[in-house]
């Protein structure tokens, strides 16, 4: 009865604590949201409005000084309401600089409107918003009737007009030009202010409350909690006491703890250590440790005591057994607290077989120096800091880097025989990062100033306490087998090319010429070959029969016959038989038959039936020696668009093989953009030669994957014109020519198969024919001022390449561009963020349904560019930016090396495709097929999507980085 009675007081007394504290806070959230939060509103409500009644005022203050001018004659009624209307259209305020001023006459008719040009000059009398309110009638009427005044109704928001909402506006009139000068804000505005306030009055209110209950709780039960701590702390350390005892006798070391209290404990391990089957026998620590003073005396121990404190001491000293034997050990000392008692743990650790192994080690070690002395492989060591000074070396070394002479080798820092002394930065944090450094290729310089490359092997020798001692390794010359091996590059490169050429088939380099009758005399001949400029004439009888071949060696003996005269028919002076091939014969074998046959024209045959084709010696052998210059010369001296269109198809024939044999994607996209640039010169000097000479200076630059010399099978056009106009007077008359110069460029580039951008990126755009300002105000903003979407749009022009005319204008442009992301932190955290949020599927992460591999590759493509521009890296092509990232150290040579190889990969993968779809004579696409694809091609796929994400992830940490700092 007594408890329950105990009880129920208790509770009461809680009661009589809370009821009050409730009953408080209650009133005090009823007084928040009846009271003071109507009236925030109302007083944020008013200060919204007088604000746009003074800048309206202010507004029409400003116009009424132009009239000012238009009534003192200084300009007409137009100049100053031009000026006026200019001036009103740049007027912005707000927070994010959006909110404007509007200008209409009583009619109503728009004067200006900064985000609504399509409402300039407009009768708006019918216009209504939503809730079919005649807006600008209503504000005629409300300055009509009170010469200013708000007017209410539904309006888009600032520039977005796909978004209408609540707007509360102020109008004023100004009466010498019968103008209505208005600007208003948005309700939702307002509105939002107002939720945010009472969302932080509610938190406010609900924090308040929580912390009331709780320090109510905590006042309530704290004699409870005290008592009930008690218990729990004297059975908590009656536990750590049986866990302590428990781990001490477990330890697999020996352990010994000394309190203050001179009271010594020691396990068993340590009674195993001295050899003692008694574990009760007295210990005495001083005799244990014969070899330390510390523990000496009670005065020696309590002064070692406040000597370590809160640090610990490593010792290696002689512990001594009960027969008397010392066995090294090594002790770790730290200080303890237990049962309110300071003092030391002992932790005892037998070393003696360690000695014992050190001691043999010493004798491996002159044994190694033995074997290493008969090595002619250089031995070394160095020091394990930033010099890398030579400590030791064995014979080979010195012959290696000093011709013999021992003493310019001794303590001597490494970097006094590398030719590029950074080098020894990057082998030193290699070898720090990673302890072990392999066949290192790097140039060394011997101390007679010969260079040799060498092959560098390196390990991090550490001691037992996993402190670093030194750096040991090798040096093997290897100059001569680089050379040897660069020779066998060339010399394969050259085999490569000779095969690919001599596997082509003759199409490309076959040629039509003109069909004779039979009966047809010499002098005919002549002149049919002349009017052709041909070197042979097919000879055809009168059924359409070939008969055989009349050529200028035919003609030429004629000329030497003194019994053949110029009316001597054709035919009896022709070649025969017709020696044949077909136009899918490769050139090596039509090489052979003209060799056999000692021939030097073959007709060529599609199938079984003969064509009006020829294939020389000449022209082979020609090819043969120089392809892609025979070409050049013949695009260089192309006359017109459709002859450059007839070379520029020879030469992506070459193209198509270079894929076809699975040539190095670097020399593929290499060729690729060479004829893409050749061609280009040529187009713009042929536009040159028709528009007229250029009146200044100007370059034509390439970007995106033109740009990034990545061009493909299926690639449109990117380019842009830059001018210099700082000295021209006319820049209407200067921009007028070099659009007219953009647009036949961009025509006859199209017509040559390089499309039209579909985004409009292209020198027919006139945004994109501008002088050298202009181009830099552009970057400028993009770097500066963009917003994400503006940086996503423009990404591509930072891929920048010079095709034609003066590079000095691309130099002083990339040099602007470089200059400016020196310090621009936001425009690479929109680059990361837009890099990040570009997800793959699902689905095509796990290669279920058909995908573009060309937006497979374009996070690498992005990341590369971000990274290169961020540390100043002027390359446009993303396998060059990659490997310029590894040289400087920003990627680390595992990450470019499988990155090398993905993108190489993805690319052949590309090109494949792209060069099937052309066989197969379907539309030329990005598209693949997962189930088309080899094992080995999906599983390179989805490691090349898993080191995508985490180069991602580290990009972001990167510039999250910066944002910190």
């Known amino acids: ?110 004067i200006v409107h900064p985000y609504r040009p399509d409402l300039d000059g407009k009768n708006l009398a019918n216009i209504e918003d939503p809730h079919h309110k005649k807006l600008f009638v209503k504000i005629v009427e409300v300055v009509k009737r009170d010469g200013e005044g708000f007017v209410d109704y539904l309006w888009q928001w600032k520039d977005d007009t796909a978004k209408i909402v609540p707007k509360l506006s102020y109008v004023k009139g100004f009466e010498p030009w019968g103008w209505i000068i208005g600007t208003g804000i948005y309700l939702d505005d307002v509105k939002e202010e107002i939720i945010l306030l009472e969302t932080k009055i509610l938190n406010i209110s609900i924090f308040v409350t929580l912390l009331g209950t709780i320090l109510l709780l905590y006042i309530a039960y704290q004699n409870y909690k005290s008592q009930k701590g008690k218990k729990e702390a004297e059975d908590e350390l009656k536990a750590s006491r049986e866990k302590f005892k428990m781990l001490v006798e477990t330890s697999g070391e020996g352990l010994i703890m000394i309190l203050e209290n001179q009271k010594s404990y020691f396990n068993k391990t340590i009674f195993s250590m001295i050899d003692s089957l008694d574990n009760a026998i007295e210990v005495n620590i001083n005799k244990l440790f014969p070899g330390l003073t510390y523990f000496n005396s009670n005065d020696s121990i309590a002064a070692f005591m406040n000597e370590i404190k809160n640090n610990s001491k490593q010792i290696e000293t002689k512990l001594q057994k009960v027969n008397g034997k010392l066995i090294d050990v090594f002790v770790n000392i730290s200080p303890i607290s237990f049962e309110n008692n300071n003092g030391l743990i002992l932790s005892v650790k037998d070393i003696s077989k360690n000695k014992e192994i050190e001691e043999e080690l010493g004798y491996s070690r002159e044994k190694y120096f033995a074997v ?199 035919h009896q002076i022709m ?7 077909n136009f899918d014969d490769s050139i090596y074998s039509c090489l052979v038959k003209l060799r056999n046959n000692n021939s030097k024209h073959l007709v060529v045959k599609k199938g079984n039936q003969f064509t009006k084709h020829l294939i020389s010696l000449e022209k082979l052998i020609g090819a043969s020696q120089s392809n892609f210059l025979f070409f050049v010369k013949k ?54 030669e028709e528009i007229g000479v250029a009146p200044v200076n100007f370059a034509f630059i390439t970007f995106g994957s033109e740009g990034r010399e990545e061009q493909t099978l299926l690639s449109d056009q990117d380019n842009l014109i830059i001018y210099d ?37 292209s020198v027919q755009n006139s945004k994109w024919c501008q002088p050298l300002k202009v181009w830099k105000r552009y970057f400028t903003n993009w770097i500066t001022d963009a917003n994400p979407k503006d940086i996503l749009d423009s990404k591509i022009f930072f891929d920048l390449r010079h095709v034609f005319g003066n590079i000095n204008l691309t130099n002083e442009l990339t040099n602007h561009i470089f200059h400016l992301t020196k310090s621009s932190n936001n425009f690479f955290i929109y680059l990361a963020e837009e890099i990040e949020n570009q997800e793959i599927s699902i689905n095509v992460n796990k290669l279920k349904t058909p995908f573009d591999i060309k937006l ?42 499988n990155l090398k190889i993905f993108y190489n990969h993805l690319m052949q993968l590309r090109l494949l495709h792209q060069l099937n779809n052309k066989k197969n004579k379907t539309t030329v696409d990005n598209i693949l097929v997962p189930i088309e694809l080899s094992e080995l091609n999906i599983v390179l796929i989805k490691k090349y999507l898993e080191q995508i994400e985490e180069l991602k992830s580290r990009t972001k940490a990167l510039f999250s980085e910066d944002i910190r700092s």
């Open 1 to 110: 009865m007594s408890k329950r009675l105990d009880s129920i007081l208790q509770k009461t007394a809680y009661l009589k604590i809370l009821l009050p504290t409730l009953l408080i806070i209650s009133l005090f959230v009823i007084s928040l949201f009846l009271l003071l939060i109507p009236q925030f509103e109302a007083d944020i409500m008013e200060r919204k409005r007088e604000t746009i009644r003074e800048l309206t005022k202010a507004t029409v203050s400003m116009i009424n000084s132009w009239e000012e001018q238009e009534a003192s004659g200084k300009m007409s009624r137009a100049e100053a309401q031009a000026g006026a209307i200019e001036q009103v259209k740049k007027l912005r305020y707000g927070i994010e600089d959006k909110d404007y001023f509007w200008v209409t006459d009583y009619q109503p008719i728009m």
């Open 372 to 570: 290493t002395n008969q090595l002619t492989i250089g031995v070394f060591r160095l020091t394990a800091d930033n010099d890398l000074r030579i400590i030791e070396f064995n014979p080979a070394l010195v012959k290696l880097l000093t011709d013999g002479k021992e003493n310019l080798l001794y303590n001597k820092s490494i970097s006094e025989f590398l030719v590029d002394s950074k080098e020894q930065n990057k082998l030193y944090d290699e070898i720090k990062k990673t302890e072990l450094v392999k066949n290192r290729i790097t140039q060394f310089k011997k101390s007679n100033g010969t260079k040799i490359t060498c092959a560098v092997s390196a390990v991090l020798v550490k001691g037992k306490n996993d402190e670093v001692l030194s750096i040991e390794g090798i040096i093997e010359d290897v100059t001569e087998q680089k050379e040897t091996d660069r020779q066998k590059e060339e010399l394969y490169s050259d085999l490569y090319n000779s095969v690919i050429f001599l596997n082509q088939t003759i199409e490309p380099y076959s040629y039509e010429v003109p069909s004779i009758i039979y009966s047809a005399t010499v002098s005919e001949s002549f002149r049919l070959m002349s009017l052709h400029n041909t070197d042979a004439l097919i000879i055809k009888n009168n059924e359409g029969e070939f008969l055989g071949l009349l050529t200028e060696n035919d003609l030429n003996k004629i000329a030497l016959e003194s019994n053949a005269g110029l009316e001597t028919p054709s």
């Open 575 to 581: 070649s025969v038989p017709i020696e044949t091939a």
């Open 635 to 688: 695009t260089e001296n192309a006359v017109n668009i459709n002859q450059l269109k007839k070379y520029k198809n020879e030469l992506e024939y070459f193209i198509d093989l270079l894929i076809d044999n699975e040539a190095n994607i670097k020399t593929v996209t290499k060729f690729i953009s060479m004829i893409s640039d050749l061609v280009t010169e040529k187009v713009i000097k042929l536009a040159i």
């Open 725 to 761: 106009d700082t000295d021209y007077q006319e820049p209407e008359k200067l921009q007028k020519y070099f659009l007219e110069l953009g647009i036949k460029i961009s025509n006859d580039l199209n017509s040559l198969g390089y499309a039209h951008c579909k985004g409009g990126n």
């Open 856 to 897: 497979l590759l374009l996070p690498l493509v992005d990341l590369s560019r971000v990274l290169s521009l961020k540390y100043n890296l002027r390359v446009s092509n993303t396998l060059g930016r990659l490997k310029e990232l590894n040289k400087i150290g920003k990627l680390n040579s595992s990450t470019y090396s």
